[in-house]
């Protein structure tokens, strides 16, 4: 049994039934005039949860923040429709247990147990509205529903790019012209320009001459320079996506016993017979 104090925690949550199928989600909580107890609750049904049905907590369990009811999800679907408009009126309320109860399933209500708006209205009214065979009366005449597909979008996370600066080193080779000191020897005879300094010295000697000999040597060093700045950014980028999915409409056949059967989806009906037009 759900009590009043999980009655916030209800809103919103994922409804499934007792085939273990996703129904939709609760949408409001109708709760117990005295006690405050949950009893009803909507559920959001169809696409981007358009339609809501009314489900009883009867025998349903709250865990995990998933609801689960004592009825199959296509019980729950076609439940009849009732304006969840914050309150319940007995007729409404019995109309529900008439559904769901099976004499088992549900305990009929003693006393409007919710709020009641529409109780001066009676049930014998309800009664003489129509003259449906199949379910609840109502008017005389059949509503004919279709699905309808609406497609939106949603931004949702792709993927992420980073940028990520790491060290490379590589072989870089460059020629650079280098000079040093070779010994020549230069022999000259001896000429009257030359022959005072040649004989300036002793007739016979040992003497040594020396000269520095030079070189120039490669030498690198190395600098750091920014050259670039890189940036990351996004753009967007608009592509058309082709989307597929079944809907499901109801049509209205014609069947007159007394004469012929004729079926009309155009417009046009066999021998003056109205036909359903969207």
């Known amino acids: 049994m759900i009590d009043s104090s999980s009655s916030n925690d209800l809103v919103g949550a994922d ?23 949950p009893t009803w609750v909507t559920v959001r049904t169809g696409l981007f949860g358009s339609s809501e049905s009314f489900a009883p907590l009867t025998d349903a369990t709250f865990e995990g923040g998933a609801l689960r009811v004592a009825h199959d999800k296509a019980v729950v679907k076609d439940a009849p429709r009732i304006a969840d408009d914050g309150e319940l009126s007995v007729e409404e309320e019995q109309s529900l247990f008439a559904y769901y109860g099976n004499g088992d399933a549900v305990t009929a209500p003693q006393e409007s147990p919710l709020y009641d708006q529409d109780a001066d209205r009676g049930t014998d009214a309800r009664r003489s509205e129509g003259h449906d065979t199949s379910g609840p ?56 320009a030359n022959a005072a300094d040649a004989l300036s010295g002793p007739e016979l000697s040992e003497e040594e001459h020396e000269v520095v000999l030079t070189e120039e040597r490669v030498v690198t060093a190395k600098e750091t320079v920014p050259v670039e700045r890189v940036s ?47």
């Open 137 to 192: 009366t109502t008017d005389d005449a059949m509503t004919r529903s279709e699905e309808r597909l609406h497609v939106g979008t949603e931004q949702v996370e792709a993927g992420r790019a980073r940028l990520r600066k790491h060290i490379v080193t590589e072989q870089v080779t460059r020629t650079v012209p280098v000079s040093h000191d070779e010994v020549t020897l230069t022999r000259e005879p001896i000429t009257d």
């Open 232 to 278: 990351l950014g996004t753009e967007a980028v608009t592509e058309q996506r082709t989307v597929e999915a079944d809907v499901s409409h109801e049509e209205i056949d014609l069947d007159d016993a007394s004469t012929r059967t004729g079926t009309a989806h155009d417009g046009t009906a066999p021998d003056g017979a109205v036909a359903d037009r969207d």
């Open 15 to 37: 409804v499934y039934g007792s085939d273990d199928s996703k129904i939709g989600t609760v949408g409001q909580v109708y709760v117990d005039g005295e006690t405050q107890a």
